[in-house]
């Protein structure tokens, strides 16, 4: 079946700095990615839709200069969360659609000290 | 705007047990349906989609358009069904699709 592989799974970093997470389609080609947020015990917030070879669509109330995407080829979206603030905390999720039904990473818990 | 709701946060049932995960939506037009499920530890999985009309897993939904929603059902719980789960609604087609979630239903089986 059609596979997303995400990294890092976990990452803590200091308040200030950035942090880049990247999602792969492994087997399958995706020219849409989505990037999710997840806080504790609730449902997942669409942030931002990732389209290859053009800019990311954000959702509203997402500052896309703080959450810079880059879908450069068919298969690697990264989201790079920019100085990072304790605020930023969070799991983040993305996905990758394949056919007619979205695939998910892993997911990505950042913690920001 | 689209939405999707779920009720129950969190539903407990013993195993063998029917069990129904509640699921309603709101959109004019043609809705594309899903349910997620994510194990304890584990990244986020299609169960099924209404367009397949499938039965994963033992569970089933149906799509009724007249009360706008698409309930998950399985007539006999497992211990192992314990998760969580999701409805999702997708829409537009292309760089506009949009997979919009629940709030998700937290299912225990209990032995």
């Known amino acids: 079946g059609a596979v997303v592989s995400q990294h890092p799974s976990w990452v803590i970093c200091k308040s200030g700095t950035s942090v880049k997470i990247e999602c792969r389609s492994l087997d399958f080609q995706a020219t849409t990615m989505f990037w999710y947020r997840q806080f504790p015990k609730q449902s997942l917030m669409l942030m931002a839709t990732s389209n290859e070879g053009s800019k990311a669509t954000y959702e509203q109330g997402v500052e896309k200069d703080k959450f810079l995407i880059n879908h450069a080829s068919l298969t690697l979206s990264t989201l790079t969360v920019t100085s990072a603030h304790p605020e930023d905390s969070s799991f983040y999720i993305c996905?990758?659609?394949?056919?007619?039904?979205?695939?998910f990473g892993n997911g990505t818990r950042l913690t920001v000290t | 705007a689209q939405r999707v709701t779920q009720p129950e946060k969190l539903l407990s049932v013993f195993k063998g047990a029917p069990v129904e995960l509640k699921c309603n939506y709101s959109?004019?037009?043609?809705?594309?349906l899903f349910w997620y499920v994510q194990y304890s530890r584990q990244r986020l999985q299609l169960l099924l989609r209404?367009?397949s009309r499938e039965s994963i897993k033992g569970f089933t939904a149906d799509l009724n358009k007249g009360e706008t929603s698409f309930h998950l059902k399985k007539p006999f719980a497992q211990e192992e069904d314990s998760a969580m789960y999701y409805c999702a609604l997708g829409l537009g087609g292309g760089s506009n699709y949009k997979l919009t979630f629940g709030k998700g239903t937290l299912l225990t089986v209990n032995p």
């Open positions: 996905s990758a659609r394949g056919g007619t039904a979205l695939h």
């Open positions: 209404h367009i």
């Open positions: 959109y004019s037009g043609s809705p594309e």
